[in-house]
Nanobody, 132 residues
Framework: EVQLVESGGGLVQAGGSLRLSCKAA????????IGWFRQAPGKEREGVSCINLRYYNTVYGHSVIGRFTVSRDNAKNTVYLQMNSLGPEDTAVYFC?????????????????????????WGQGTPVTVSS
């Protein structure tokens, strides 16, 4: 059974940073791609970043390029999302999701809008609030 657990969310002032973690269990780490998504109240789920752990490609949503960085720690079966220069527009619940790497879910056209349709397994989410 695939299990994903996010952590690291919280309250931060505008301009600050947070690092989210997504720990995966029940998977062979390199067989999967991990996506990061966020959903603000009243808005649709948005793809933020994606990393294919087998093919080593990464994708970022347009609104976070240059501010967010995705990375991995194979020994800990964990993917991180480093978020810098946060603004109130980044306030949302952040989710990580997993799907098989061979399905290349990170390559979904218009990943920010439709990427969530590619992923089968989801974590419970961690809230991020950025105060102005």
């Amino acid at each position: 059974e695939v299990q994903l657990v996010e952590s690291g969310g919280g309250l931060v002032q505008a301009g600050g940073s947070l690092r989210l973690s997504c720990k995966a269990a029940g998977v062979t780490f390199d067989d999967y791609a991990i996506g990061w998504f966020r959903q603000a109240p009243g808005k649709e789920r948005e793809g933020v970043s994606c990393i294919n752990l087998r093919y080593y490609n990464t994708v970022y949503g347009h609104s976070v390029i240059g501010r967010f960085t995705v990375s991995r720690d194979n020994a800990k079966n964990t993917v991180y999302l480093q978020m810098n220069s946060l603004g109130p527009e980044d306030t949302a619940v952040y989710f990580c999701a997993a799907d098989l790497a061979v399905r290349t879910p990170c390559r979904r056209a218009d990943f920010p809008k439709y990427g969530h349709e590619e992923f089968e397994f989801w974590g419970q989410g961690t809230p991020v609030t950025v105060s102005s």
